[in-house]
């Protein structure tokens, strides 16, 4: 147990993960890493505007209701979404996560070259389709920007999970994500 973000809270290991879903991706590495699961992709579709993604489903071994995963990204996307439903490269499904909406709680936090960061503030912090000049996705490609969502589950009798999609995108070796350090609590 820990508490994150105020809340007690449960780190997610490797055993708690029930399925990991690919639309246009490899899996380079998942494992514990540090005491959490972490799972590091590549994008391998999103070049001509098809979508790639990872879905990691999540048991559930407790009765979660909020989640917080950090995200770091490489490689440009004029398209992009986070735990979205509807997502790029989403046909795990949407992860039984709310729309982003920070009225009721939503937060992205610890960003880095990514989404709060003052370029990029004016964005939506959750999804883009836009070559626009505040799209952090367009910039420091070969870097990873960083950041982490605090969201709600839409706890509905299905499993939930986190999703990254991406479209309209650079793929190969310089196209990776990873997701890392997973909270969930009741």
């Given at each position: 147990?820990?508490?994150?973000?105020?809340?007690?809270?449960?780190?997610?290991?490797?055993?708690?993960?029930?399925?990991?879903?690919?639309?246009?991706?490899?899996?380079?590495?998942?494992?514990?890493?540090?005491?959490?699961?972490?799972?590091?992709f590549?994008?391998?579709?999103?070049?001509?505007?098809?979508?790639s993604?990872?879905?990691?489903?999540?048991?559930?071994?407790?009765?979660?209701?909020?989640?917080?995963?950090?995200?770091?990204?490489?490689?440009?996307?004029?398209?992009?979404?986070?735990?979205?439903?509807?997502?790029?490269?989403?046909s795990?499904?949407?992860?039984?996560?709310?729309?982003?909406?920070?009225?009721?709680?939503?937060?992205?936090?610890?960003?880095?070259?990514?989404?709060?960061?003052?370029?990029?503030?004016?964005?939506?912090?959750a999804?883009a389709?836009?070559?626009?000049?505040?799209?952090?996705?367009r910039?420091?490609?070969?870097?990873?920007?960083?950041?982490?969502?605090?969201?709600?589950?839409?706890?509905?009798?299905?499993?939930?999970?986190?999703?990254?999609?991406?479209?309209?995108?650079?793929?190969g070796?310089?196209?990776?994500?990873?997701?890392?350090?997973?909270?969930?609590?009741?």
């Amino acid at each position: 147990m820990s508490v994150v973000y105020g809340r007690r809270a449960e780190r997610v290991q490797i055993a708690n993960v029930n399925s990991v879903i690919l639309v246009g991706a490899t899996i380079l590495e998942q494992s514990n890493v540090n005491g959490g699961y972490e799972i590091k992709f590549q994008h391998n579709t999103g070049n001509a505007c098809d979508s790639s993604g990872v879905f990691v489903q999540l048991l559930d071994f407790i009765p979660w209701k909020g989640i917080s995963v950090e995200f770091q990204t490489t490689g440009s996307a004029a398209c992009w979404t986070f735990m979205q439903p509807g997502g790029y490269g989403s046909s795990g499904g949407d992860g039984n996560i709310y729309t982003y909406d920070e009225s009721l709680g939503d937060q992205c936090v610890k960003t880095f070259l990514a989404q709060d960061d003052a370029q990029f503030s004016s964005h939506a912090k959750a999804n883009a389709c836009d070559n626009d000049a505040n799209n952090f996705m367009r910039y420091n490609t070969s870097t990873f920007r960083k950041c982490t969502f605090i969201r709600r589950r839409n706890v509905n009798g299905s499993l939930g999970g986190i999703h990254h999609g991406r479209a309209c995108s650079e793929i190969g070796s310089n196209a990776i994500t990873i997701m890392k350090n997973i909270y969930v609590w009741t």
